[in-house]
């Protein structure tokens, strides 16, 4: 679906549009869930071999088995189902995943047609990409046994999200990209459930990158006195629909305050040839009218892209990412 020009404008504006019914939810975003079904089977039995949890949980749904596996492990799993590595410590047994139906949502054309309205027809996929996976945060309160919860916010893929903006979880030569970020909701995410929230306008802020963004601030994000924090606004939405925002919006999510799942994707775009912010990590080619030829088609040679990296930083070891940014700069004290 492309952009019509109120949407645009509003993206302009506002650094962020919902875009309504933009992908089918069934045929696109609940085939992922399957695939998911299935990864969080495969954990359950590798756990249950190595003796870890006490049953494979295969009588329960989704929820319920991911909630018992991360109490009965006393952790965090989320990597496990991640298409993306982690910025440091990546080992043979840091697990990923990337299924057929991951990349079948990453190149699905109605998706690309709303990039394209942004970003034009030369469209790489970005490596920076994710899966969150939010367990309700009184799963750790009720039973109080977790000795890795997620921390009440930060960066990591399971609690809620500090304040930043995208442009800062890149090196340095993504400032000056088009990347687009696009967060697809696996299922329908209420605010109570933690969903994203934004600062409409924060984008046109040119000082808060100075400041403190991704891995700075010991963790705690941009400092609300740099933004005006009372604009905050939660972004509740719907299974089919996307939240497409600029590089510079500065965004978080709330925590998920009810007894189920929140599960969404955020990945990104930037036109062909620009940095992707993460050169160690691979991208492809997802459309191309000037190179057909160099797109991408096959989701096995994607898996193999990434494995080939993973092998890669195993041997040289992960890049000094977080130098970009300092720790000590007294505005972010
Ligand atoms: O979903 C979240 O908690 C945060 C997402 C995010 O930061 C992003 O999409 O860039
Ligand atoms: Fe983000």
């Known amino acids: ?111 690309l047609d709303v990039v394209e309205s942004v970003i034009g027809p030369e469209i790489h996929s970005n490596p920076v990409q994710h899966i969150r996976i939010k367990v ?30 995208d442009q800062g979880v890149g090196t340095e030569d993504v400032d000056e990209t088009n990347m687009l970020t696009v967060w697809i909701p696996l299922r329908d995410t209420t605010k109570e459930m ?3 929230k934004v600062i409409p306008g924060s984008h046109k802020n040119e000082e808060l990158l100075q400041y403190c963004t991704a891995g700075t601030n010991h963790g705690a994000g941009i400092p609300e006195r740099f933004f005006e924090a009372d604009k905050m606004v939660p972004l509740p939405i719907d299974k089919g629909d996307l939240i ?10 709330l925590d998920n305050e009810s007894d189920q799942v929140r599960i969404s994707f955020d990945i990104r775009y930037n036109p062909i040839g620009e940095a992707t912010g993460r050169k160690w990590f691979p991208g492809f080619n997802a459309r191309s009218k000037n190179d057909p ?4 088609t096959d989701p096995v040679k994607w898996a193999e892209s990434w494995v080939e990296a993973k092998n890669t930083l195993i041997k040289a070891g992960t890049p ?9 700069n007294p505005a972010c004290a």
């Open 136 to 165: 309700p945060t009184n799963i750790y309160d009720v039973n109080n046994n977790l000795s890795e919860k997620p921390k009440k916010a930060g960066f990591n893929l399971d609690g809620a999200t500090i304040w930043h903006q």
């Open 320 to 328: 000094d990412f977080y130098s970009r940014w300092d720790e000590d």
């Open 1 to 111: 679906m492309f952009l019509s020009d109120e949407q645009l404008k509003n993206l302009d504006q506002n650094g962020y549009v919902i875009v309504k019914n933009a992908i089918d939810p069934e045929t696109t975003v609940d085939r992922v869930f399957n695939e998911y079904e299935f990864v969080l089977d495969k954990l359950c039995n590798e756990l249950f071999a190595k003796g870890e949890i006490s049953s494979t949980h295969d009588d329960l749904n989704f929820d319920e088995r991911i909630m018992a596996v991360y109490q009965e492990t006393n952790r965090s799993h989320v990597q496990y189902f991640d298409f993306s590595l982690p910025l440091q410590e990546i080992s043979e047994d840091t697990p990923m995943w990337h299924g057929p139906e991951v990349f079948r949502l990453l190149t699905n054309p109605d998706l």
């Open 244 to 253: 497409v925002f600029n590089k510079k919006l500065v965004h978080g999510s």
């Open 293 to 296: 030829d160099s797109v991408l």
């Open 194 to 196: 933690g969903c994203l």
